[in-house]
């Protein structure tokens, strides 16, 4: 009832130093901005680690948060930290709910963890952004208008025949960039809030395409671009649970 679980990953740079060989082939750091159509940006903000604790109640994440911070306290220091909390069961701030083209928690192993034989066995590619929203602009959309920006309903997230080609479905269509599992948070305040994108995938590839398309790079910007903004930009490797062991053994 109250265990946490906890993501660790680490710079791909970093991780390559740690554990040659231990990580797929072609993975880097978010380290330039990414630019897209009228200038739109995605940051950069790449940090060497990142630890990602979720759990049932927020006393038990302090505790095992401020534990975390003491053991590397020789080696590291926090560089940002942001709190998060589920919103109305699987919603985001936006209203519609998140992570509907998701593989199922049986598929995803098949699909987003780097397969046995091949370098990183067992791990996965995490890319993590922290998006601003313009609350006020995007609930000012009649629900009719949120749909075509989104390209489902809002109610049941059911795909619109007739979506956009600028919609965020379209623009991060997982048949034409590849499967990912995405598992998006809000954080913030009241006044100041947004979400932290939160993307695993066995390769880089299909996530850097997905930015691309939404910041319009080869084509028109993601209509959700208008109402959201990102702050925020890394790619970590996320190693199993051997390859972490061995590396502290060594």
């Known amino acids: 009832m109250e265990g946490v679980n906890l993501v660790a990953g680490f710079r791909p740079e970093l991780w390559q130093q740690v554990a ?3 990580m797929p082939s072609g993975l880097a750091g978010f380290t330039e901005p990414l630019v897209g159509r009228d200038g ?16 049932s109640t927020y006393d038990v994440i302090f505790d095992v948060s401020r534990q975390a911070i003491a053991e590397l306290a020789g080696i590291a220091s926090v560089a940002e930290e942001t709190s998060s909390w589920p919103y109305r069961r699987d919603r985001d701030l936006t209203g519609f709910i998140d992570g509907t083209e998701n593989p199922t928690l049986i598929e995803a192993p098949e699909l987003v ?3 046995e034989g091949r370098p990183g066995a067992g791990g996965m590619v995490l890319l993590l952004q922290k998006w601003v929203h313009d609350a006020r602009a995007w609930e000012a959309l009649a629900d009719e208008e949120q749909e075509q920006v989104m390209g489902r309903t809002k109610p049941d997230s059911i ?5 956009p080609a600028d919609s965020h479905v379209a623009s991060t269509d997982q048949e034409r960039f590849g499967k990912i599992f995405r598992r998006n948070m809000p954080y913030g305040t009241v006044t100041d809030h947004g979400t932290m994108f939160v993307g695993f995938s066995a390769e880089q590839r299909p996530l850097a395409a997905m930015l691309e398309s939404m ?3 080869n084509g028109e910007p993601d209509a959700l671009t208008r109402y959201t903004h990102p702050l925020t930009g890394a790619y970590y490797f996320v190693p199993s649970i051997e390859s972490l062991r061995a590396a502290a053994a060594a």
Do not use: R
């Open 20 to 22: 040659p060989g231990e």
């Open 40 to 55: 739109f940006t995605m940051p950069a903000t790449q940090h060497d680690a990142v630890l990602w604790l979720s759990g």
């Open 113 to 115: 963890v780097v397969a």
């Open 159 to 163: 795909e619109l025949d007739d979506k």
């Open 215 to 217: 910041a319009g790079v």
